[in-house]
């Protein structure tokens, strides 16, 4: 059984996909980018402003799945520029802990804004619904 998860307080997106996804007590986020959740207009012209936008979208979400950051277990991070990664990794720590989730990141063509992040967390086991 899957279960979809929606948050106004993120960026809704436009395209033919979820927010989230819950299935067996994992969640599953959709990239997120720096936008603006009432609008969806791109937030901040500098890598650590789009990112903490960015990172503020997917704690929202997160947290309307019932999860914490520190739940979240597998990061994939897309950097429109690569020469970003020290700056972009400043702004992450704040909103992760370790033992930080395992982590892909890698350089993409992300139409106009600097970062895209989706993640994967599993419900704690006291939260579990099916």
Do not use: W
Not at 46 to 56: H, M, N, S, W
Not at 107 to 116: F, H, K, N, P, T
């Amino acid at each position: 059984m899957k279960r979809q998860i929606i948050t106004a307080n993120a960026a809704q997106g436009d395209g033919p996909y979820s927010q989230c996804m819950i299935s067996r007590g994992i969640v599953y986020v959709s990239g997120q980018g720096p936008l603006h959740p009432a609008n969806d207009e791109i937030i901040g012209s500098t890598i650590e402003e789009q990112a903490d936008r960015t990172l503020q979208n997917l704690r929202s979400i997160v947290l309307a799945a019932g999860c914490t950051m520190e739940d979240v277990v597998k990061v994939n991070v897309f950097l429109a520029d690569m020469n970003d990664f020290a700056r972009f990794n400043t702004v992450y720590k704040q909103y992760f802990s370790a033992p930080f989730p395992a982590r892909t990141c890698v350089e993409a063509g992300l139409d106009g804004i600097l970062v895209e992040i989706d993640a994967i967390a599993h419900v704690p086991e006291e939260k579990e619904v099916t």
